[in-house]
């Protein structure tokens, strides 16, 4: 009797005090059936880092409002790669500049969420990942 | 190399896959567990209970913090509620464990009930195996917050911590059973909060109207049961039973963790002198063999009962033609995996 619960990790890295957004994540993907591990404000790379690999989890969110994204998604990606973590899915949500996207995917991000965007929309995009994964 | 020898190798990430496995019951889990097991047995299982809001991540975050300071290292397994509805979860012990990061001598685990309701989870007694083989010295169990009757963390734990926070309750809530009942080590947390003595009060109260001596239960075939205290058996006597100490922290200056820490190591100390621990763990392995035959006949049944034929049974039930109790003499007369 096999039960298979996607985990997600919910982080906010950086210094900004914004996680209005990242409740509202992690509420979402708690009504999508998946276990969410809600780690708090003001994370370091290395915190989120070994609180993904402790809990074995599938997907890391990040959440950044403080125009950092550039100096932490990277960092972080690295960090990801360095701990054998590349399974991991990573999305990013917050206020990302359209022209920042492509960098941050092309550091390894696979999906970057901006304002307004969709609750089921999010939930679609781990799920559908997952699913392929498997 | 398998998972498990990675496990006991030290690999971190060996043992996260590995608690995973076990949580899912995944095809692999039984041959890890089977690999595992013979290296269990060397950790000290500290169970943390309450209620809600009490304090429990903030005084695990500490307990651990100080066993470090004594050179311990520290598992925290940290179960939070699944909804019943989605069967989703939000696990967020490890916002009050922030101070433990970057430690490599801890690992927390977050992990949700997933419909278990006595505070735990199913595959609680599992994950800890697994983590009792990597060879952590202290596995501190959180539990849900805890009303009055969630007390499976005493089936699982050697010693229970059951933490109160001041003005929650008159003194007969005190007196009420369930939680308080297993209770090793009675902390108020919350110390600097004025109503704080009278809590204490209530609770040396509460402790003082109870017969004298081992207020621990053991579970004997999913009953919590008392130990007797008559001296027969090896059962420990009055005279050497332990006493429930109750004891103020706040968990979040530290005051008062280093001795409820000394009170652990004592409880410890005392269960071994005592050979309780001895008893409690074959009642623990009592329980657990208990428990897993009826899982494994359940699911043995379930599968030989086909959908229709329970379809039918929940229909004929629904008419009120048949009583639950004669659906279920029929469908194991037919199918029962016993014959």
Known sequence: ?134 | MTLAEEVLGGSRRALARAITAVENQAASAPEVLAALFSHTGHAHLLGVTGAPGTGKSSLVNQLALDARKAGKTVAVLAVDPTSPFTGGAILGDRIRMRELAGDSGVFIRSMATRGSLGGLARATADVVKVLDAAGFDYIMIETVGAGQSEVDIARHAQTTIVVEAPGMGDDVQAIKAGILEIADILVVNKADDPRAETTVRALRAMLDLAHPGDAHAVSHHGMLMRVVLNGQDGAPTEANAWRVPVMTTNALSGEGVPEVLTQVVNHRQHLRDTGEMARREMARIINEVDAALRDRLMADLLDRIPNSELETMVARIARRELAPQQAVSVLVAAYSPIT
């Open chain 1, 1 to 134: 009797m096999s039960e298979r619960k996607i985990r997600v990790l919910v982080a906010k890295p950086g210094l900004d005090g914004h996680d209005r957004g990242a409740k509202v994540i992690a509420r979402a993907l708690r009504d999508a059936g998946m276990e969410v591990i809600y780690t708090g404000l003001r994370q370091t790379p290395d915190m989120i880092i070994e609180a993904a690999l402790q809990e074995d989890v599938d997907v890391i969110g990040l959440s950044i409002l403080s125009g950092a994204h550039m100096a932490l998604a990277p960092v972080i990606m690295e960090k990801v790669h360095a701990a054998g973590l590349d399974d991991v899915m990573v999305i990013l949500g917050g206020i990302i500049p359209d022209e920042d996207i492509p960098i941050l995917k092309e550091a390894g991000v696979s999906e970057v969420f901006g304002p307004g965007s969709n609750t089921n929309h999010i939930v679609k995009v781990i799920q559908d990942s997952i699913r392929a994964r498997e």
